[in-house]
């Protein structure tokens, strides 16, 4: 019993091993195709709804937008922030960078339920995060893309992460450059991404200190257009007025445009973590111009740079427990311990995953390997169990038996009479 366990658990790491290598390398196996069979009406519905609340309310395309950023430098694309705190769970919209500033989940709730009621048990959350943020920068005037689908939600949220992982207005270029490194993101992704402040806003207590006292010795930021400083102050007091709201592009705050580089090059940059890619860093710098010159270029590589992040550590193989009449389709959900298992091996390299098999090999005394099942895009782990539920035993049974082609004749004698004339 001991080794059947040992040798499913062992199929199971191995199952993993060419699915998170793919997902680090190339977003394993995300595609846009993803529910076109599936759920074939996903991308319309999620369009339409996102439509509707932008038109509502124009600040929303920028709020759907952020949630999806926020979301992906935490444990990967996987909805993690939209978890709730629970049981073990301290939820994400909890952490400093989404605490009384993280909104639009209400969006996300309607999409979410409009899709269940279309194809139930079907798209997750983390592909809803992420086509609503692609028809919100659409909806505002910015570019497109195809948006790579098959992401599954995480069972666990990470408050640690999110306080951490997610640059804050006030960090120095370099922390910022190193978080979007640690992300498998470049400082052209980062100027990129950044262009995202074309819309949307931010409010007074995100950018007080420029005001202020940038340094700490109760002196303003003088890379800040001093005229424009002044405008801000009527608005954000040195106390008070903490969720005062600002536009991040005064030029064209609801338009997804090269507004906001050209208020760089301005030095109006609202945030801090705006106006340092001009003065901190040559390469950022030089992007900045381009971007400001050229709004074609700063679209074609907001798409890509949109399309990498979308692609950092998705989760593709299982995903959170729906609640389900139907047992059959719908399996009990793992314990807490398992799930958090799952999260880790899933998020492992290929040389880590083998690693792991090594020591567990060596630890559980199992002296071969097992027969182990490929896993495939769409594929679940129903094919794998059955090979291991019966062992050795039944990986023989599903062998397939080779035909014989080639045989040994023996001559032991002839009829001389009746040879060929």
């Not at 995300?30 to 509707?52: E, G, M, N, R």
């Not at 692609?134 to 069972?155: A, F, H, I, N, Y």
């Not at 950022?284 to 979308?310: D, H, P, R, T």
């Amino acid at each position: 019993m001991a080794q059947s366990i040992s040798i499913l658990l062992l199929t199971t790491l191995l199952a993993f091993a060419p699915c998170s290598f793919c997902v680090k390398t190339t977003g394993g196996y995300l595609y846009p195709q993803f529910y076109d069979h599936s759920c074939p009406k996903a991308q319309q519905i999620v369009q339409s709804i996102v439509a509707k609340a932008v038109a509502k309310e124009a600040r929303m395309a920028a709020s759907l937008l952020r949630l999806h950023f926020h979301d992906c430098f935490v444990k990967g694309c996987d909805a993690s922030l939209l978890l709730d705190s629970s049981g073990s769970i301290i939820s994400e919209k909890m952490s400093n960078p989404n605490r009384q500033s993280a909104r639009g989940f209400e969006v996300i709730d309607e999409i979410k339920t409009a899709l269940e009621n279309e194809c139930p048990q079907t798209v997750s959350c983390a592909d809803i995060l992420a086509l609503a943020a692609r028809d919100s920068t659409v909806l505002t005037g910015g570019p497109t893309w195809e948006v790579p689908l098959g992401r599954k939600d995480s069972r666990g949220a990470s408050l640690s992460g999110s306080n951490n992982n997610i640059p804050a207005p006030n960090n120095t270029f370099q922390t910022i450059l190193t978080k979007f490194k640690v992300q498998g993101l470049n400082v052209v992704d980062l100027v990129a991404l950044s262009g995202s402040h074309t819309i949307g806003n931010a409010r007074c207590t995100s950018f007080r200190q420029r005001l202020y006292n940038q340094s700490g010795n109760g002196q303003p930021d003088y890379t800040l257009d001093q005229s424009y400083a002044s405008q801000l102050r009527t608005r954000c007091p040195r106390s008070g007025g903490d969720q005062n709201l600002f536009f991040l592009d005064f030029a064209s705050p609801t338009k997804f445009d090269n507004s906001y580089f050209k208020n760089i090059l301005a030095s109006k940059g609202l945030l801090n973590s705006d106006q340092v890619l001009l003065t901190k860093n040559e390469a950022s710098m030089e992007l900045v111009k381009k971007y400001a010159e050229n709004n074609e270029l700063f679209f074609e590589q907001f798409a890509k740079s949109m399309i990498k992040m979308g692609n950092i550590s998705p989760l593709t193989v299982f995903t959170r427990h729906f609640t389900s009449a139907s047992q059959e389709s719908n399996p009990p959900a793992p314990s807490d311990k398992v799930a958090a298992l799952v999260d880790e091996i899933s998020q492992l390299t290929l040389l880590e995953i083998s690693d792991l098999t090594e020591v567990l090999r060596n630890k559980l005394d199992i002296k071969e390997m097992p027969v182990m099942a490929v896993m495939m895009p769409g594929m679940g782990f129903s094919g794998v169990k059955a090979v291991a539920k019966g062992g050795a035993g039944a990986a023989a049974k599903v062998e397939e038996k080779v035909e014989k082609t080639v045989f040994d004749v023996k001559l032991e004698g002839f009829d001389a009479r009746r040879k060929s004339k």
